[in-house]
């Protein structure tokens, strides 16, 4: 008998199963905002669904980490913090200029979410993990540009579409993605490499405020 054979179904099947259900919210959420936009012609939240689509999809493609957290707090917050924007709905109204002001912060956000994710390559990933340090472009800046930019496309959406149940959603996402930027410094700190670039790079989000 085969004792090994559980564990490696497990390492094929739960990856699989993990993916598909991404892929599927991911699906629902961008199929969820075209109509919308289709019926209404208000292209509310189109350039986020199509971020977050994009980053399922790299998210899907990238490498083994050479190390990654094993605490399942680390886990769940990760998942939260990534994935629980896809609840996110083209409700509510604005005045046009919160409308606008919106629009711009989504696409602003979406920009540089997708100008870091293409820098990340395959070494993007969801949970904290070291996957390779980046240290150009962006990252020059502050340490977790990726993030901010996150911060800004779902705050541009909230203005755009301001609902409770948004609400409810931007703030529980802005929680857990804080809750995993510090899970993966604790895994990348254990690098020579990151310890030296977090030296020169101070700031984590915005340069010289936080």
Known sequence: MDVAAP?????VVAPLVTSTALVTMAALFA????????LTGDPKGICFALQEVTVVIVALARRRPFDISRRPLDWVCAAVGSY???????????????????????????LCAAACILQLGRSFGVVPANRGIRSTGMYKVVRHPLYA??????????????????????????AFQARRMFAEEAVLATSAEYRAYSGRVRWRLIPRVI
């Open 84 to 110: 629980s924007v896809l609840l996110l709905r083209p409700a509510g109204t604005s005045p046009g200029a919160l409308t606008t002001t919106g629009t711009v912060l989504q696409i602003a956000g979406t």
């Open 149 to 174: 930019a996150y911060a800004v496309a779902t705050t541009g959406y909230l203005l755009a579409a301001p609902t409770a149940w948004n609400c409810a959603v931007v703030l529980t996402a802005m």
């Open 7 to 11: 564990g490696r179904v497990q390492r």
């Open 31 to 38: 199929l969820a905002h075209w109509q919308h936009w289709y």
